[in-house]
């Protein structure tokens, strides 16, 4: 299996290399240059194995220089019962009252309570993996700007893994008091945390000057470091995405849910920077049997345009919503899609992106958009009306949701009324714990505004509804604060080469 660049044919590397390096010299993304493929059969075996199995399966296909060995115990270490509560890391529960045949895909039972644990428990094993096997034998310092959920992630990801440190910038003002709070008490003896006088853009810029400076390569050098960053155009984020698209489909087989060869799903994901529904595109084109892949923004709605219209356009205002971890106006992971449903044209990719940083749009050709349409389906929801989706999904199925993932549900029965596809079985992707946005969660349900510590909201929320507060946000408040520094974005790479001594 070999991994070419979006953006150069010429570009060839292995897993190991794709995932030691990120990004490509030439800007591109690492894709896969073709796909494993499974059949019914296949999908029979999966659907006896445990989660750890179908997920050793998946990524030996993709990355064949792994052992078996190697790879058990990655996803051992990154999925076994120490960190994901409960028998399974990625269950389904069933709505049955109004949504008859919608399934959620609960992603948020690891240590941060967001999906973005799926991936970030397992990239630092991939990723000192592929260090050594690319034979790199410095200590990789992972550096992120995050607007919340990423940054705790990787902070708990990488948490003591050897031959890592990880350094998290964070907007003062721009998280919520949980995110903050989960950030600053973060424990590990390779992690330091620190918030930006700025907002997010600030942070993400001074990140990126760090990464392309000269001087700050070199002082690395002389420590025996070297930068990776954690982010989603990463591979080795990507791949462990895949596995719980198959993992759903093979739970609904093996409880007699899907019972005859073919018979196809619903995927709807509620997306920021276009990750986490690839994977379920990555799934599809292996075999998997989905009907639509269903995109669901809130209203920095700039995919559901590009779905409904071929062209992109970034040249839009930017809206601070109650879904923040989907407040994004450049989904970066498009350019894999992209690249695939063009049947390979670097070229062809390579303008569009140009024409992205340049004007701000692409359109894209009538091909491409054909391939579009025939396998996607989008929508967008607001605010008012995401408060909406929580308040129903409790009152009437009983089931509470943060507002990422009742973005999800509003955009599906959006679909439902425009197709009137009501029969076919779909998985609706839950990204957060509810109580990791309780302010929205509340509000949506009391009809009152709820602001505050972190703390009082989760109890608030938990003596409301009967539910209990997940074990890793209740046990914040035992914790110590451990990262109560801030600077200007100027100085960050100051605080880098202090922390790293
Ligand atoms: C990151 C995130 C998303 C968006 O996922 P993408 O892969 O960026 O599309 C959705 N919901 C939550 C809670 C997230 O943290």
Redesign the pocket.
């Known amino acids: 299996m070999k991994y070419i660049s979006t953006r150069n044919h010429a570009k060839v590397v292995s897993g190991a290399q794709a995932i030691a390096q990120g990004i490509s010299e030439d800007g591109g993304l690492f894709v896969p240059s073709q796909l494993p493929h499974y059949a019914y059969s296949d999908l029979q075996a999966l659907a006896g194995s445990s989660y750890q199995e179908r997920a050793v399966k998946i990524l030996k296909d993709f990355l064949p220089e792994f052992s078996l060995d190697e790879l058990r115990q990655a996803v051992e270490l990154a999925y076994g019962n120490h960190k994901f509560s409960g028998e399974h890391p990625a269950p389904l529960s069933l709505q049955q009252k109004k949504h008859l045949n919608m399934y959620m895909l609960e992603l948020w039972h690891g240590p941060t309570c967001?999906?973005?644990d799926m991936a970030l428990q397992l990239l630092p094993h991939l990723l000192t993996s592929s260090l050594r096997k690319t034979g790199c034998d410095k200590t990789a310092v992972i550096l992120t700007a995050t607007s919340?959920?990423?940054g705790k992630a990787a902070l708990e990801g990488f948490k003591d893994v050897p031959g890592t440190k990880v350094m998290v910038f964070y907007p003062q003002e721009g998280v919520s008091p949980m995110q903050k709070l989960q950030m600053v008490t973060q424990e590990g003896e390779n992690v330091a945390v620190c918030a930006v006088q700025g907002n997010f853009d600030d942070a993400q810029t001074g990140v990126k000057s760090i990464f392309t400076n000269d001087a700050m390569r070199k002082q690395l050098e002389a420590r025996n470091a070297v930068f990776t960053s954690a982010n989603?155009i990463n591979w080795g984020r990507l791949l462990p995405q895949i596995v719980y698209y198959f993992s759903a489909y093979c739970d609904l087989m093996a409880t007699g849910e899907m019972d005859y060869e073919g018979e196809t799903i619903n995927i709807v994901?509620?997306?920021?920077?276009?990750?986490?529904?690839l994977a379920a595109f990555y799934a599809k084109e292996m075999g998997l049997p989905v009907g639509k892949l269903i995109c669901a923004s809130n209203s920095n709605d700039v995919l559901t345009e590009f779905i409904r219209t071929g062209v992109y356009n970034r040249n839009r205002p930017f809206h601070t919503t109650i879904?923040p971890?989907?407040d994004?106006l450049v989904?970066s992971?498009l350019e894999r899609l992209l690249y695939h449903l063009t049947g390979g044209k670097a070229d062809q990719v390579r303008q569009w992106m140009q024409q992205l940083a340049q004007q701000g749009y692409y359109r894209v050709d009538p091909e491409t958009m054909q391939k579009i349409t025939d396998l996607f389906w989008a929508g967008s929801c607001g605010d008012e009306d995401t408060l909406k989706s929580i308040r129903e999904m409790y009152q009437v199925e009983n089931y509470l949701c943060?507002s990422?993932t009742a973005v999800a549900v509003h955009v599906y029965e959006e679909y439902v009324k425009a197709t009137g596809d009501s029969q076919t079985p779909t998985v609706v992707v839950s990204?957060?714990s509810p109580y990791?946005f309780p302010e929205s969660v509340l509000c949506a349900i009391t009809g009152k505004q709820s602001e505050g510590e972190a703390i009082p909201l989760l109890d608030a929320l938990s003596a409301l509804t009967g539910t209990a507060v997940p074990e890793p946000l209740h046990r914040v408040r035992e914790k110590a604060v451990r990262f109560s520094a801030s600077c200007a974005p100027e100085s960050m790479a100051e605080v880098v080469l202090a922390t790293l001594g």
């Open positions: 967001a999906f973005k919340g959920d990423t989603s994901v509620p997306t920021g920077n276009f990750g986490n529904i879904s971890s989907m994004i989904s992971n943060d990422h990204t957060a990791k």
